[in-house]
């Protein structure tokens, strides 16, 4: 039984819900699966019965009013945070040993198995830091990534949940995406919302980054007849009123993506692959100054400045659902991770 030890970033829950997915498969097939993980990423992880250690400090990105803002004193953040980290990490490596180390956007866990020499995977779909506005943070971030390039390059396998053709050590899997375990109709029954609710979603990260896109989905609710509004990864005030449901923190948020009519979100990878594996339609907004929700967001047509039009984009959205997009990303995942242990 090969213990793999596998760090996940903290930032969100896009990759603790990648996590859970292919931890799962992994620990199907016979592994001893320990996360390091920290903040809601470990809650959502030990919700799912996993042995999680609480040790993975990276800050919150600072966000007002849908814009990323102080990226200087983030890249700083971010890096005592990594060298706090790395000592704790190393200590559970040493203790215990494990035969594979997997890091998801967990930097620590990663570089530490290359210094020791334990075969390890990085999963990253963001491969190109561009969060720098200012010339000094543009110093700062011109160095980090000096440094995540060279991680990259080093890496015995850098798994990337997009599609793509694999060259050196990339290996393109496509989306990673926890399968739907709740119909629509018992979702619906659960709160006892009509069946032929019109259902807007508002999809936000498990940091609470979007709020600022309740109200636009809040007129839509008003306007569009026979529709409620359901907000799900709400850390803030509880939303209320009539036809709104704010159910805080899911732990199954892709149940939700999947029954919804559409979904409103910021850019964020996760939720944007799991609307696509359901067909559900997708409005995804990104936090300005993002660069890789920007990216995710400019290739669905929608940009920073569209919280103003959120209630025509529902209303044009509803009723549009697609043919769902095949994302077997979590059996590849688990299968190259699993290669690295030599029979």
Not at 47 to 68: I, K, R, T
Not at 245 to 260: E, K
Not at 263 to 268: K, L, R, W
Request: proline fraction near 4%; include cysteine; charged fraction near 25%.
């Amino acid at each position: 039984m090969p213990r793999i030890l596998y760090g996940v970033s903290p930032i969100g829950l896009g990759h603790a819900t990648r996590a859970v997915s292919v931890g799962t498969l992994l620990a199907e097939s016979g592994a001893d699966v320990r996360f390091v993980s920290g903040s809601v990423a470990a809650d959502c992880l030990r919700s799912y019965g996993f042995n999680v250690d609480d040790a993975v400090s990276e800050p919150v990105l600072e966000v007002d009013s849908g814009e990323m803002k102080n990226a200087t004193s983030w890249y700083f953040r971010y890096w005592v945070g990594y060298r706090r980290t790395k000592k704790l990490v190393a200590r559970i490596i040493d203790d215990w040993k494990p035969d594979i180390v997997v890091g998801d956007e967990e930097f620590s866990s990663v570089a530490l198995a290359l210094e020791r020499g334990i075969p390890h995977a990085l999963i990253a779909d963001e491969l190109e830091l561009e969060f720098a506005r200012t010339w000094l943070a543009r110093m700062v971030e011109r160095r980090v990534s000096g440094w995540y390039s060279d991680l990259q390059r080093r890496v015995s396998l850098l798994i990337i949940p997009e599609e793509g053709g694999d060259s050196g050590n990339r290996r393109y899997v496509g989306p990673i995406v926890r399968p739907a375990t709740r119909s629509r109709t018992e979702i619906l029954e659960g709160l006892r919302i009509p069946q032929d609710s019109r259902l807007i979603l508002v999809s936000l990260s498990g940091t609470g980054i979007g709020s600022h896109l309740i109200e636009g989905a809040t007129e839509a609710l008003h306007s569009i007849s026979g529709s409620v509004l359901m907000i799900v990864g709400n850390r803030g005030t509880r939303v209320s009123g009539a036809r709104i449901f704010d159910l805080g923190m899911v732990q199954d948020g892709q149940n939700f993506v999947a029954a919804a009519d559409v979904v409103v979100s910021t850019a964020g990878k996760s939720t944007i692959d799991e609307a696509a594996a359901f067909g559900t339609p997708i409005i995804a907004i990104p936090i300005r100054n993002h660069s890789e929700q920007l990216r995710n967001a400019s290739a669905l047509g929608y940009s920073p400045d569209d919280p103003s039009r959120l209630p025509e984009l529902i209303a044009s959205k509803i009723g549009t659902r697609q043919k769902n997009v095949r994302a077997d990303g979590a059996v590849k995942t688990a299968e190259l991770i699993r290669s690295l242990v030599t029979p």
